[in-house]
């Protein structure tokens, strides 16, 4: 881990902890009160089993070269509703139910935030005009909605039927592109594109995640393809985005209880396994 960074003078707080729970690797930056990232940003891959405890031990591995901060904005693999996880279909099963701000603020000692990881690289992508929707390509499939540039909340397009009785998710997730290669994976997001542009109707679309460097198609003229270090610059707006709500704030903030992990690179366990 590089060596720790300098504190910022008082004039340049909150300074603000980005970080990103993936599939395959956890990221984190800070940033300053204008969103511009603070030095370089870090990234460990994500242990397995991706248990809570795990992840939180590898947080807590990845702030110690970052230097300190103020507060505390997470992006996640799944549904946030107030803080608590519902929904992890590319983690560990044991996640739905655990009060991911509350335990972050434990360990960490700063107040935190957090929503859907496509929810937040949107708000690192965003313009904050009319209606624009974000998708990520990742182990996952991600998406998150705009008007006007707030967040319509708990959004998973993801999981909804696209093609053959199988899910955006099954087809167009990292697995997905392995098994039938870029050429057909691409068409496959060009049918998916074509078909969320008629059901919702958006003004623009940003394609973020770590596969968006795989896409080949001719993109219409109101879809962009957007950096994946949105997903951390984003994490300023969940302090400014009142549609965000925060859980009450966690009394008697201590050390954390979760034991490292050696992380290694992670499968998901929820995409279908048979070729389409």
Known sequence: ???T???????QQPITLAIDIGGSGIKGILLSPTGQPMGERFRIVTPQPSTPQAVF?????????????DRVSVGFPGVIHQGQVKTAPNLDPSWPGTNLVQELERQLKKPARAANDADVQGYGAIKGQGVELVITLGTGFGTALFVNGH???????????????QTYEVQLGAHALKVVGKKRWNVRLAKAIELLDRVINFDHLYIGGGNGKK??????????????TAGLLGGIAL?????????????????G????RAPRKKTSKTL???RP
């Open 272 to 274: 279908q396994k048979k």
């Open 257 to 260: 209880t979760a034991q490292k």
């Open 57 to 69: 031990a590898g947080i807590a591995e990845l702030v110690q070269g970052l230097g300190s901060f």
């Open 151 to 165: 967040l319509v909340p708990n959004l998973e397009i993801a999981h909804h039927p696209f093609r053959k009785r």
């Open 5 to 11: 960074q300098k504190r910022s003078t008082p004039a």
């Open 215 to 228: 896409v080949t198609i001719a993109l219409p003229s109101h879809a962009t393809i957007v950096s994946n």
């Open 1 to 3: 881990m590089a060596s």
């Open 239 to 255: 302090w400014a985005d009142s549609n965000v709500i925060l859980t009450p704030a966690t009394k008697g903030l201590g050390k």
